[in-house]
Nanobody
Framework: QVQLVESGGGLVQAGDSLRLSCATS????????MGWFRQAPGKEREFVAA????????YYADSVKGRFTISRDNAKNTVYLQMNSLKPGETAVYYC?????????????????WGQGTQVTVSS
């Protein structure tokens, strides 16, 4: 069983930065692709960013390209999401997800494991 625990959320002003972390349990983290998703109140969960098992391939939603960066440290079993220039419309619960496959995908339904989420609130 893999457990994912997100941290780093909080209340920030528009234009500020936050770094989310997702710590995972289990010995097979390095063989999983990982992703970040977000869900705003009343909206569906949406893809934000994903990274392959090695970190060699990354994927981003168009809305965050150039501002967000996903990375991973397989020695620490942790994946990160650096978020810069945050916008009020990006207020949401941010979720970390794991996929039992080496390559990442942008599809919510493809991921096997999910964290509980961390709240990010961006004020204008």
């Amino acid at each position: 069983q893999v457990q994912l625990v997100e941290s780093g959320g909080g209340l920030v002003q528009a234009g500020d930065s936050l770094r989310l972390s997702c710590a995972t349990s289990g010995r097979t983290f390095s063989s999983y692709a990982m992703g970040w998703f977000r869900q705003a109140p009343g909206k569906e969960r949406e893809f934000v960013a994903a990274i392959s098992w090695s970190g060699g391939s990354t994927y981003y939603a168009d809305s965050v390209k150039g501002r967000f960066t996903i990375s991973r440290d397989n020695a620490k079993n942790t994946v990160y999401l650096q978020m810069n220039s945050l916008k009020p419309g990006e207020t949401a619960v941010y979720y970390c997800a794991g996929l039992r496959f080496l390559l990442a995908t942008t599809e919510v339904s493809e991921y096997d494991y999910w964290g509980q989420g961390t709240q990010v609130t961006v004020s204008s």
